[in-house]
């Protein structure tokens, strides 16, 4: 069969044209997007009266079985088609006959690519919030048995204050929940109907807009023809959204790697979540967060491969946009993939709290407490403070004692001013309960902190 473009050509195409030329290989992935479109294009169609109910009906029913033949593997992908469009209208035509040709009036490729691109990536963004949903709900979980287990919270990578550990997850989610509202915003904004802009300038038969859009789904049609077919912002969101959350799926991915190393010991990995060595048989590696921490890199490249196809084309729709999908679809898949191991691994982490808290122990995690006692009790200027901090912990350090642990006698030697009281603190969850603003490290205001985070998952 001829290429259904063909009537102005000559002479058929070279073979490594169909190669170079060819999207089919990637967007067939397409095809159910393609077709629901086309559904409801004919369905309008009919409904017009662009053409006849009866023709519409034909046409809904034939690309109903060639959606079957897909999803059934009977369907022969030939390259010579191009596209997934030309594969399916080619196929309907097969099934109907002529009238499968009346398909693709007041349409183009352009306005049909731009429509089921759009469509897969609003419905990727569900699936992906909805495992981000997930993704929060667990840490929550873990982090509800852990308010009063003690870590050392780092600045630097160096030990700085005393935290609790649900504290710590926290703030991951807080950034998760940001890459929720990221992309619940993006599907929010781009849910918008393609379709009806035909190559760039809008179509002369009495289509209605609207009622597509009602059929597929979207919130309304697009603003201007021109825009709409070369408008791929939609695309580039998805892209910066999924790289800004692999991005913190990588920063947490980085710690559990530490955390599970001998050096640290604060937690452990289920062995379904771990690999082993081919050649050391005592090794139990986080394979799942390095390669978390990994994929981060190829979903950056996406990004900045589609900005870059973009950044030069003048309007409105140009060949170089056939490469705006495969950066696309393996991000998606790589964000799909990365969140669905992520969950059950984070769910079957074994936590070593004993660990966590010795870890406190190291680094005079409290020595900011006794700033903070200096000036509040003693009304000394805090670089004074400071100093006279920066004294105990060198005293410590000659004891070989961490500064919580430093006699009351040993603090006083140092400046009569200490009173007492500054037993009271100076132990690590002293220390840590003594951040009450809001948004703070204590064991209370972290509650309040998963609170707000349980009520924000009922609302997502």
Same mark, same amino acid.
């Given at each position: 069969?001829?290429k259904l473009? +063909?009537?102005?050509?000559?002479?058929?195409?070279a073979?490594?044209l &169909?190669?170079?030329n060819?999207?089919?290989?990637?967007?067939?992935l397409?095809y159910?997007q393609d077709i &629901?479109g086309s559904?409801? /294009?004919?369905?309008?169609l009919g409904?017009?009266?662009?053409?006849?109910?009866?023709?519409?009906?034909?046409?809904?029913?034939?690309?109903?079985?060639v959606?079957?033949?897909?999803q059934?593997g009977?369907f022969?992908?030939?390259?010579e088609d191009e596209?997934? /469009?030309?594969?399916v209208?080619?196929?309907? !035509?097969?099934i109907?006959?002529d009238?499968?040709?009346k398909?693709?009036?007041?349409r183009?490729?352009?306005?049909q690519?731009?429509l089921?691109f759009?469509?897969?990536?609003?419905?990727s963004?569900?699936?992906?919030?909805a495992l981000?949903?997930?993704?929060?709900?667990?840490?929550?979980?873990?982090a509800?048995?852990?308010?009063d287990?003690?870590?050392?919270g780092? !600045?630097?990578l160096?030990h700085?204050q005393?935290?609790?550990?649900a504290?710590h997850?926290?703030?991951?989610m807080?950034m998760?929940?940001r $890459?929720?509202?990221r992309f &619940?915003?993006?599907?929010?904004?781009?849910?918008i109907?393609?379709?009806g802009?035909?190559a760039?300038a809008?179509?002369?038969?009495?289509?209605?807009?609207?009622h597509v859009?009602?059929?597929l789904?979207?919130?309304?049609v697009s603003?201007?023809?021109? &825009?709409?077919?070369?408008?791929?912002d939609?695309?580039?969101?998805?892209?910066?959204n999924? *790289?800004?959350m692999m991005? /913190?799926?990588s920063?947490?991915s980085?710690?559990?790697?530490?955390? *599970?190393?001998?050096?640290?010991?604060?937690?452990?990995?289920s062995d379904?979540?771990?690999?082993? +060595?081919?050649i050391?048989p005592?090794k139990?590696n986080? $394979?799942?967060?390095?390669?978390l921490?990994?994929k981060?890199?190829?979903v950056?490249g996406n990004?900045m491969?589609?900005l870059?196809?973009?950044?030069?084309?003048?309007?409105?729709y140009?060949?170089d946009m056939?490469?705006d999908?495969?950066g696309?679809?393996?991000?998606?898949?790589?964000?799909?993939?990365s969140?669905q191991?992520?969950?059950?691994?984070?769910?079957?982490?074994n936590i070593?709290v004993?660990k966590?808290?010795?870890?406190?122990?190291v680094?005079h995690?409290?020595?900011?407490d006794?700033?903070d006692?200096?000036?509040q009790?003693c009304?000394?200027?805090?670089r004074q403070?400071h100093?006279i901090?920066?004294?105990?912990?060198a005293?410590?350090?000659?004891?070989g004692?961490?500064l +919580?642990?430093l006699?009351?006698?040993?603090?006083? *030697?140092?400046d009569?001013?200490?009173g007492d009281?500054?037993?009271q603190?100076?132990?690590?969850e002293?220390s840590?309960?003594?951040?009450?603003?809001?948004g703070g490290t204590?064991?209370?205001r972290?509650?309040?902190?998963?609170?707000f985070?349980? +009520?924000?998952l009922?609302?997502?």
């Open positions: 069969m001829a473009w +063909s009537g102005r050509f000559g002479e058929n195409s073979s490594l &169909d190669e170079f060819a999207s089919l290989p990637f967007d067939k397409l159910a &629901d559904i409801a /294009h004919a369905t309008m409904a017009q009266g662009i053409i006849t109910p009866q023709e519409a009906n034909t046409l809904c029913e034939g690309l109903k079985q959606k079957s033949e897909i059934e009977k022969i992908f030939d390259i596209d997934i /469009h030309m594969a209208e080619k196929r309907l !035509t097969q109907v006959g009238v499968g040709g398909l693709h009036t007041a183009s490729r352009n306005d690519v731009a089921d759009r469509l897969y990536v609003i419905q963004n569900k699936q992906i919030t981000l949903r997930q993704l929060i709900q667990t840490l929550h979980d873990l509800t048995a852990h308010t287990s003690l870590m050392p780092m !600045t630097h160096q700085a005393p935290i609790n550990f504290y997850l926290s703030a991951y807080a998760f929940m $890459d929720f509202e &619940d915003s993006s599907m929010k904004r781009n849910n109907l393609p379709l802009c035909a760039l809008g179509t002369p038969h009495k289509v209605d807009r609207q859009a009602k059929l789904g979207f919130d309304g603003l201007n023809c021109l &825009d709409t077919v070369s408008d791929r939609f695309a580039l969101e998805v892209l910066f999924i *790289s800004t991005m /913190h799926i920063r947490l980085e710690e559990l790697v530490l955390w *599970s190393s001998a050096e640290f010991g604060f937690v452990t990995f379904a979540y771990s690999t082993g +060595s081919s050391m005592q139990k986080p $394979d799942v967060p390095e390669l921490r990994g981060s890199g190829r950056f990004l491969g589609l870059t196809v973009l950044k030069g084309l003048p309007l409105a140009n060949k056939q490469e999908k495969e696309v679809f393996d991000s998606v898949q790589t964000a799909l993939i969140l191991i992520l969950i059950p691994a984070l769910a079957t982490l070593n004993s966590m808290r010795a870890a406190c122990k680094g995690l409290s020595a900011t006794l700033a006692y200096l000036v009790k009304q000394i200027p805090f403070a100093h901090t920066g004294r105990a912990v005293l410590a350090e000659e004891d004692c961490d +919580s642990e006699s009351i006698e040993k603090l006083k *030697s140092i009569e001013r200490i009281e500054i037993a603190c100076l132990p690590l002293a840590m309960n003594a951040r009450t603003s809001e204590s064991t209370n972290t509650k309040e902190q998963l609170d985070i349980a +009520s924000w009922k609302r997502a």
